[in-house]
């Protein structure tokens, strides 16, 4: 393939602006008819910061792996106003009002977002009557409003249960997310506010509700660690996400989760904690699609970070998304003796749109890997597409304090080899490790909010006995992103990384600190090609 120069480094499998600037996914949702995904965004066409009038970009997918650009979707009719972040429904049953028989079912897109004026932020809605290319006002515009400039970021889903529409919206600075019920998408009546849970940080954005099945078994109360088969009547729970900006535990934006029962009007957590959604510093105002096929729960968020986001040294093009992640609810090992129900996430990719499989390593013989690097350069040149599993079992008695006890993975630049990707596991304090520092553009190093080293907390996947236990990994890289997720997506790790123009990472290497310590089960690597 060639490309452009103007987009060097831009992802290829990860959303982006065609030019300008790009934040919070907003309207994700699968028309069933065409088989198509849509996905808007937070898009200011004119400049790669945010600025007003920020408008809804579109981009579409049939496979969730490639987007195509749709243009603007809707825009205000002014220069000192925003359509802020938002969803849309499909209105089947055209509840609404607003369609006739023209318009199949399954194209019904309803869109409801925040108009945000230097007076208020209220909420409107708009109804497309050509599959989600174009909106039009309802001429009853707002919707809701609540005599605030801090109430935003509706998001709606069906309510089977109650047979309603259900808005999760943000009272942001009074931390609260306000849940509202209608029949028709116009009136809205209050049924409850969900109040200072979880970190708060500055303010709440973007909440969303999302129902999903439990695990087969459950917790036998009154135990930690044993599960039993799930009797209970009730087979999902529901999940209320809430993106905090700033003041994350690792700074600045992210997405925190709770896991609950929500009846129409209530929702009540099962428990007390707070969880994220991603560890990493790059993952913010997800949400999830409407209508996800096959009942799963497909979401993306913003790949970026409100502290640096504007920063980035990109041209003509700032942020992407993520990819599309598909999320369960199943127990996760916290330590060796809590389980706790969390939320797991799996990528999304379609593995059809590569060209070439083929340019595939597969390390051998990594258990007698000594200090001595193990070093592979691809033959073919790098398109910046790569991805990694990697297993590995340590010894913990093999080793003691005086030891570095690491396994360190370094992924290079193929024009440019000083710039790498550090990645790796340390022994003696369970903790894997991403250093993204290694750069020759100086940006990474002078922006003070640009932490270059991060940590993720691992626990063990599987023991085999007391002494030894398992970890794995598995890494995507598209260009200037990393996706990481570890023991099958229990704990995901979201950051972006910037190297020079073309500098695609072509070379693996991988070393030990200690010999003895580590055993590789797997290392594979390989290059994706479009
Ligand atoms: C979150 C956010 C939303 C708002 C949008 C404006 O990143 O601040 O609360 O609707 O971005 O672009």
Redesign the pocket.
Known sequence: SSFNTTQDNKPLIHATPPEGWM??PNGLWYDSKDELYHMYY?YNPNDTV?ALP?VWGHKTSKNLTIWDDAGIAMAPTDTIT?F??GSVVVDYNNTSGFFNSSTDPRQRAVAIY?YNTPEAEVQCVAYSLDGGYSFIQYESNPVLSNNSTQF??PKVIWHEESQKWIMTVAKTQEYKVAIYSSSDLKDWTLESEVEKVGVLGYQY??PGLAKISLPDVVLESGSNNKTIPNSSSSKDAWVLFI?I?PGAPQGGSYVEYFIGDFNGTVFTPFSRETQALDDGKDY??FQTFFNSPDNSTLGVA?ASN?QYGQYVPTYPWRSSMSLVRNLTLEYFQANPESKILKLKSQPVIDYDCFTSNSDVIKFSNLSSLSTLDSIYSFSNSSEGILEFNLTWSVNSSSYDNHDFADLSLKLRGGLNPFEYLRLGYLANVNSFFIDRGHSTNNWVNENPFYTNKLSVNLQPFDYVNDEISTYKVYGIIDRNIMELYFNDGFQVSTNTFFFGDYNYISSVELSVGKDGVFDIQEFSVRQLHL
Do not use: H, K, M, P
Request: glycine content about 6%; proline content about 0%; overall charge negative.
């Open positions: 934040n919070d937070q945010w920020i925003g802020y972040s925040t935003r970021d954005e973007c993106s900006n913010y105002a913003w409100w």
